[in-house]
């Protein structure tokens, strides 16, 4: 959901390796709260605080609202500018000694960032967004999601998960896996549990392809999370692969940005699998669902 600067991420967030310590948690997982908007929500701790936050396996670091960093005192940090998927990018802060607990697990020594998240939460919950949590916690375990069944669970790694396993590749600090667009090539889409709209297409993409002029209908259509609301054009694509499943009629919008991926696929396919995640494997397992 969110790209940071460069040099702040290597800086202060890709280097940050903090111990995670837990067992395997609850044997038959946590709950994983699903919105009207198909938003995934689960419960965590931030410094103790007990909050629900949104979960986005595509944040490249956890989000605190301004309002509640203000009642926990995080409020000295370093100074950086994000981008997410709006329309402008938008300023935060980083805060390190930060402990993160969810699923179990206890992250302490975490980098948050701390933002201004009252515009999101109120366009896309419809009410306050207190944490969006990121990638910490796929860093930090083997994790099982099913969103069918609303349920998210730690996973030993001494047993191979059900479905095809995927290799995860790393593109500007978010994961990616591969897929197939139409008849294309195959290209790498970032795996996005944060986005719970159409899929995303880069606009360099659908110009390669010649998705934009091609004949096919166009329409418009406003979205966009961090950095505020913007429009996009949405086409529907004729076949999309992913882990040797073939999807008809896609509908997908086309990402503006100069740092969109190619493609990013979010809730609207990965919820017809269930998923297996090891971002410290570089692996993602998908079990096709009805």
Known sequence: MHQWLRAAVLVLLGLVTAAASAAQGAPDGYRLSLTRGSRLMIAVKINGRTVNALLDSAAEATIVDRTLAQDLHLDAGRAVVGRGSGRAAFGATLVSGVTLEALGLSLPNQTVAVADLSDVGRRLLGRPLDVILGREIFDAARLSIDIKGRRIRIVPRDREPPGMRLGLETQHGVEAVAVRV????????????????????????????????????????????????????????????????????????????????????????????QITTDFAQHALWLDSQS
Do not use: C
């Open 182 to 273: 139409e008849a294309g090539t195959p290209t790498r889409a970032t795996f996005d549990l944060g986005n719970a709209s159409e899929v995303l297409l880069s606009t360099g993409l659908a110009l390669r392809m010649r998705l934009l002029s091609d004949g096919r209908p166009i329409a418009q259509k406003t979205g966009g999370g961090l950095g505020g609301k913007t429009s996009r054009q949405i086409i529907t694509l004729r076949s999309l692969e992913v882990a040797g499943r073939q999807f008809k009629d896609v509908p997908a919008a086309i990402d503006p940005q100069s740092s969109a991926s190619d493609v990013n696929i979010g809730v609207a396919i990965l919820r017809r699998f």
